[in-house]
């Protein structure tokens, strides 16, 4: 007898399922996969980059001599000498971070689901650049926050408005190193400032930094984790120098937050996966990233500097844009009238795609703003699909 199912359609979805939004880049992606299609759109590292023969040695080496290991259950907090290895990856002669501090997640997005399920309850006010990473404000809205854009200007957010905003808040949001959307790098002595206004004011300051690892000319700027250990959570990522498909990142901060994200991750995935960490502690235990990571900002401070000079050739003059000096994107604004959502419908029948700015900012979106990001998309089709773009731009002119 077959038994009539109501339609899913139907069903009471929770109210917080209600509210869930799907990210605007993952919808445009979806376009880009056409294969004429060249596409500056995607937050995807090269695979140009991946270490396949090595991490290939890894597995072999775990699984033949660590099998039994890597393929049971492991800890929630996750694989000790990986801890320990982050721990003192992130330890200076001022201050020294202990294993106990750090978390394995399962991909940094993991990590501010987690904060946000441990820090904010609905209607908490959560501080955020202006514009700010969209994977961070799609994690954190599940629970209801009311986010507070800080100012920011060409060197990004600007500290002052810490004391202003940031009065019961519950967290600051920031993304110091070549920022996500913007290419931005926030200077020594904001970094300083923000650091003592959070202190100040009593307020978490999360430093998210996937992309530090990627300067292309000097050293990464000190991190604001050292200049304040107890008042600082920082989240790194093995995506942006190793493999984003092993889906690994970690969170550093004072061990009662670690307990207390211990135990809401162990009432999501119980722990990350025991296998991944496992090879990505074999490595990169001797020293691995460093002859690796020097590859990475080479080819991408070439491609950088090729969308840069291909812009300077082809956009009108009434566009501006960002010149990072690592990461993966570049921000372009336009005149006022521009909408670039708009704009990506006739640019994706152009054959060329980009991610408008409007998603990434928290309150009042400027739909004048766009990210690109150059790269998977190498020099020859850069300057093809720039050029079809600068073009376009210039018939709304």
């Not at 200007?153 to 600007?158: N, S």
């Not at 009065?167 to 959307?181: E, T």
């Not at 491609?303 to 000096?325: H, K």
């Not at 006022?336 to 054959?351: P, S």
């Amino acid at each position: 007898m077959k038994i009539e199912n109501p339609n899913p359609l139907q069903w009471h979805f929770s109210k917080r399922s209600q509210q869930l939004k799907s990210s605007a880049i993952r919808e445009i992606l979806k376009i880009t996969m056409r294969p004429e299609i060249t596409s500056f759109a995607g937050g995807l590292p090269s695979p140009a980059t991946f270490p396949v023969e090595q991490m290939k040695a890894a597995f072999d080496k775990v699984l033949s001599l660590q099998g039994k290991i890597a393929l049971q259950y492991g800890p929630t907090d996750g694989y000790g000498p990986l801890r320990e290895w982050v721990a003192n990856s992130l330890s200076t002669s001022d201050g020294k971070i202990l294993p106990e501090q750090v978390l394995m997640v399962s991909g940094s997005q993991q990590g501010l689901d987690l904060l946000g399920k441990v820090m904010i309850d609905e209607g908490s006010k959560v501080l955020v650049e202006t514009p700010s990473y969209l994977g961070a404000l799609q994690a954190f809205s599940v629970y209801g926050p009311e986010f507070v854009s800080l100012p920011s200007d060409e060197q990004g957010l600007i500290p002052s408005g810490v004391d202003t905003l940031g009065k019961d808040a519950r967290l600051l949001y920031s993304l110091p190193n070549f920022q996500n959307p913007t290419g931005r790098t926030l200077p020594l002595e904001r970094r300083l400032a923000l650091v003592e206004a959070c202190a100040r004011n009593g307020l978490p300051l999360i430093e998210d930094d996937p992309y530090g690892a990627l300067s292309y000319r000097n050293d990464p700027l000190p991190k604001m984790l050292n200049m304040n250990p107890g008042g600082v959570i920082y989240m790194g990522s093995f995506s942006k120098v190793l493999t984003p498909g092993i889906r690994l990142g970690y969170v550093v901060a004072p061990t009662p937050l670690i307990a207390k994200m211990e135990q809401a991750k162990q009432a999501t995935d119980l722990h990350t996966a025991q296998l991944t960490q496992m090879v990505v502690y074999e490595a990169i235990k001797d020293g691995f990233l460093d002859q690796h990571i020097p590859t990475i900002r080479k080819l991408y401070a070439d491609q950088c500097q090729a969308m840069l000079d291909a812009l300077q050739t082809y956009f009108p003059a009434a566009a501006s844009w960002t010149r990072p000096e690592g990461g993966m994107f570049i921000w372009v604004t336009l005149p006022d009238h521009i909408d670039t959502g708009e704009l990506l419908k006739e640019a994706v029948e152009q054959h060329v795609a980009f991610v408008p700015g409007a998603p990434f900012y928290a309150n009042a979106p400027q739909k004048n703003t766009l990210r690109l990001s150059f790269v998977t998309v190498p020099p020859e089709k850069i300057r093809v699909g720039i050029e079809r773009l600068g073009k376009l731009i210039a018939s709304k002119l």
